[in-house]
């Protein structure tokens, strides 16, 4: 019996010394000044109580607080939208890699075309990718399934003269461009193709069902970057012009 009543005893000692009490809080905040440096967070929870005051007197202690509580807020939503950002970006990048790692591999030209539009594709994360190309300039290229062929004109109308690139979101997409594809797509990216003594003026187009996918404001140099690799390669595997 008197072991019962011994551990009784112990049992609620020990939840007599753990249980916190307002001194206990109080002594460790005086002891870590800096905990709320580190715990930010816990600030948006603290409710101090209004004392009562005279009419038009300013409790300027609560609106600061209240300012602090609001400014916590906001810092940690951009914290965590930056920390998104950071880690798609580091997705994205380990994509484009992944992209121009694979057009090494090609052994000729319809092979690079075929790893353009399909392969792509898979690395990417998009529904579909385009090679156009224009069919009226000095330079002819040879035939392939992967690559529609458009009058110079029709290339200009989409990305003028000297535009490098567009990035467009809740398009209506272009026949002339996607083919049996366009209704699938709702968002896309343009690349502008230079024309060289290897290819003629041409698009690399990017079309997604997801409307958001692209939108204008975006950075293109990554695309940008897609675009003249596929050119580089182009360069490998086509004949100058007349030679």
């Not at 004392?51 to 007197?57: I, L, W, Y």
């Not at 950071?86 to 997705?91: H, I, Q």
């Not at 075929?114 to 690395?123: E, G, M, T």
């Not at 950075?219 to 100058?240: D, I, M, S, V």
Request: net charge negative; glycine share 4%; hydrophobic share 40%.
């Amino acid at each position: 019996m008197s072991d019962k009543v011994n551990k009784s005893l112990i049992g609620k000692a020990i939840k007599k010394k753990t249980a916190l009490q307002e001194d206990d809080v109080r002594d460790y905040l005086m002891m870590n000044p800096d905990f709320f440096d580190l715990n930010t967070d816990l600030l948006t929870l603290l409710k101090p109580t209004r004392s009562k005051r005279a009419e038009n007197v300013v409790d300027f202690q609560a609106i600061l607080l209240e300012r602090l509580q609001r400014e916590v807020a906001i810092l940690n939503d951009t914290q965590g939208t930056i920390i998104h950002a950071t880690r798609s970006n580091m997705t994205t990048q380990a994509r484009i890699h992944a992209a121009v790692l694979c057009l090494l591999e090609a052994e000729d030209y319809d092979h690079l075309c075929h790893i353009v539009c399909n392969d792509w594709s898979q690395i990417l994360q998009v529904d579909s990718i385009i090679i156009c190309f224009c069919d009226d300039g000095p330079v002819a290229l040879p035939e392939n399934n992967n690559i529609r062929l458009l009058k110079s004109d029709i290339i200009t109308n989409f990305l003028g003269h000297e535009t490098a690139a567009i990035l467009r979101g809740n398009v209506e997409a272009a026949m002339e461009i996607y083919g049996p594809a366009t209704p699938l797509v709702k968002a896309e990216a343009l690349i502008r193709i230079e024309e060289t003594a290897h290819n003629p003026l041409g698009i690399l187009a990017f079309g997604s069902r997801d409307e958001d996918f692209f939108a204008p404001g975006q950075g293109t140099e990554l695309l940008r970057f897609l675009a003249a690799a596929f050119q580089g390669q182009l360069k490998n595997h086509l004949p100058k012009a007349g030679s």
